[in-house]
């Protein structure tokens, strides 16, 4: 409906730049329009086997057909897909299915309908609805607070996993989990899951934290991180949970060297243009010795000092450096950082 509008908007808004006596015409045309392209007689009918499937942690798989029943014709059709929950998201498509990577643990439903593609004149069908329940469980027991971070190291070559990204989750116990509850966590990263070897507990032995030395994580992908903590206790049905990590989001070490790239061209630039600075100062100085108002050139020998401190390394040392200058140079003091 959203895009439909827009497109509607758009159509007013090229009326309105035109001049007022195109104005009155094209409006006049637009109404008839409107009231004599609507066909009646086609009526579009809502898709048919609509289903949501889990088909992963975190991941979804929309897919429906296309209504046998739907008289043909050289319209051409599209799906007006509408995501409810978790989240609400409002697309068109020309596919019959969607692959959507979402948290599952509060439920997830849908609804489709067909729609013209091209054609705004004709209705567009009635909704079919779809949904996955929130998984059961007694409320209270879900783990809260859940926090990750990824810690990119050096690649090791000798062993098999292409990423040495390590990954470090903890979390609170849910307030009405019961005494003997365990948690158990499963990170996706693409097609890879993987269940937590290494936990932390708390004072009633119960697992509150996890840590990965080595994950199949990519840390500069753009894949999402799915991370699922489900449960068991003797006395009640523990809910699970889940959360996505943007990955570009978790708190990185590899950012490091980008940093301080960035600082060394800073300063590389600032004492390039210093440099260039000084030069001109000389080349001008240069230039009126060459030509000077009143000749008498002076033939006493300055010393300069160039102060290097470098701040790149850390270090505290400063070098102090005397050149011996040819007649006609000014004393220079020239701090380069
Ligand atoms: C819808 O599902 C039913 C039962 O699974 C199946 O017999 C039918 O062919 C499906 N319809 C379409 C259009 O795929
Ligand atoms: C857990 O998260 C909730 C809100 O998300 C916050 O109010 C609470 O202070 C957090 N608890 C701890 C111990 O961090
Ligand atoms: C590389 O990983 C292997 C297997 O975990 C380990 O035995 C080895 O010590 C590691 N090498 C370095 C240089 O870290
Ligand atoms: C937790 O989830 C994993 C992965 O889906 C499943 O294999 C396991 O049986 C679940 N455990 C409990 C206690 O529900």
Partial sequence: ??????????????????????LILLGAAVILQADLLPDKKFLLLPPVNFTIKAV??????????????????NIQLGYHVKINAPQEEDYETRNTERNLITILHKGFSASVRTV?????????????????????????????NLTCTTNTKADNYTHLRPYQVSLHCTWLVGKDAPDDTQYFLYYRYRSWIEECQEYSKDVLQRNVACWFPRTFIN???????????????????????????????????????????FLIAVMMTICFILLIFSLICRICHVWTKLFPPVPGPKSNINDFFV?????????????VISYAEEAGFETLEDSVF
């Fill in 1 to 22: 409906m959203v895009i439909r509008n827009e497109r509607i908007n758009r159509r007013r808004q090229v009326v309105i730049i035109m001049a007022p006596e195109l």
């Fill in 56 to 73: 992963n942690l975190a991941q979804v798989l929309l897919r429906w057909e296309p209504n046998p029943d739907q008289e043909q014709s």
């Fill in 116 to 144: 013209p593609w091209n054609d705004h004149s004709l209705q567009a069908s009635s909704w079919v609805s779809a949904e996955l329940k929130a998984p059961i469980g007694s409320p209270g027991t879900e783990i809260v």
């Fill in 219 to 261: 840390s500069k992908g753009r894949d999402y991180l799915a991370v699922y903590v489900n449960g068991s206790s003797k006395g009640a049905a523990i809910k699970p949970f889940d959360q996505l990590f943007a990955l570009h989001a978790i708190g990185k070490d590899d950012q490091k060297p980008w940093t301080e790239w």
């Fill in 307 to 319: 102060i290097i401190n470098n701040e790149k390394t850390g270090s505290s040392e400063t070098e």
